[in-house]
């Protein structure tokens, strides 16, 4: 047969060369693999990492800018931004699946903007993302699907509580004024059984995933049983850290050192390197603390061997006072407060935030190069 001379044609490249200017590598290391690593790391150092909940893809875009070391997809704020549900576990269980990925959107888009705009001088790190899945949504069968979707998903880790499904509620709802409510606590074998499963998801899909066991056993009771303290809660830590997870996580619900460090002192004396989590939640008062002088620090938490810290609540704070304050200004001034908002956005003591140049932070730019590129002969 032979071989006639090819039809010229300027459209059946492709060009990989110029697209190459437009995306940001990828990142070549697991998230579980990252998340253990930046935790001991930080272990071996004696200090910790510390982080804060981000909520959709832009709040994860911001912390990816900024260079956070890990991201964390928190419960409350899911539940809070999403739907105005309180923190009562009635959002759906794959809820947390779709925020994952929804927060990959936000470090993927940030890194690939970042690398067009340095042009590929700056390749922003991958934050590995850990996650609440509550108490499980159910038992150990409900506990490997959801963590099954969440290791597609890319998530690095996942935290379980020892609440009850059925009645689970925020860790810090007991101090929420007069309306207090209980923590129902489930027998620690059941939570063990779903921390079980975590592990199970991981081995079924050949992706193991890192596991943070929280217990709330410190305020919380198992119903016609044993009553919540300190102790309760460092008997859950044995188990847990007997059955290899990364991090067990206490909730505590006054700001003081005394019960952290009762219950650090309790778990490393049998369990000396295991690793401990700290939230930084503002229901425990830490203003008030700062102005009776006596703020406990994240160091010495770190000494008592919380390596890894997080604030569940801190994006939604911050933005929902400066929304708040900006949203009023605004509905009473109309275009005047706008003219302020830009005024105070060039006059920034630590110049312009990102936002001000709403496109460029979007990544406008190089899509319209990737429309161009794409489309050209």
Known sequence: MTVE?????????????????????????????????????????GSYVHTAGA????????????????????????????????DIGVYASHDMVKLALELWHGIEGARHTRFYDSEGGEVLDVP??????????????????????????????VHLENQDPANRTC??????????????????????????????????????????ARTDSVDGAIPNGREGSVQHAIEDAWEAAELGVDVVWPEFNNPHIDQPQEFSEGVRKH???????????PSLYFGRAKKEGNLITNQQLADLGYVLQFSTLFCFRTAGMALEAGLRKFRESGLDALADLQIQEDDHPGGPPSTKMHQKFAGMNRWLILEQVLSEG
């Open 5 to 45: 001379t090819k039809p010229e044609t300027k459209n059946g490249t492709y060009p990989a060369e110029r697209l190459a200017t437009l995306f940001a590598p990828p990142e070549l290391e697991h998230p579980t693999v990252k998340f253990r690593r930046l935790l001991r790391e930080a272990h071996d150092a």
């Open 55 to 86: 909520y959709d893809a832009f709040t994860a875009a911001l912390m990816t800018r900024l260079g956070f070391k890990m991201l964390y997809g928190s419960g409350w704020q899911l539940a809070a931004t999403k739907s105005l549900f309180p």
């Open 128 to 157: 590995p993302m850990f996650v609440d899945i509550e108490a499980g949504f159910g038992g150990p069968t409900q506990t490997f699907a959801l963590t099954s979707a969440l290791i597609r998903a890319g998530v690095g880790a």
């Open 171 to 212: 860790g810090h709802i007991v101090n929420v004024g007069a309306q207090k409510r209980a923590k129902v606590l489930v027998p620690r074998d059941q939570w063990i059984a779903k921390l079980k499963a975590i592990k199970a998801a991981g081995q079924a899909t050949g992706i193991e995933i890192g596991i943070i």
């Open 271 to 281: 369990y000396p390197d295991q690793m401990l989590g700290f939230n930084l939640s």
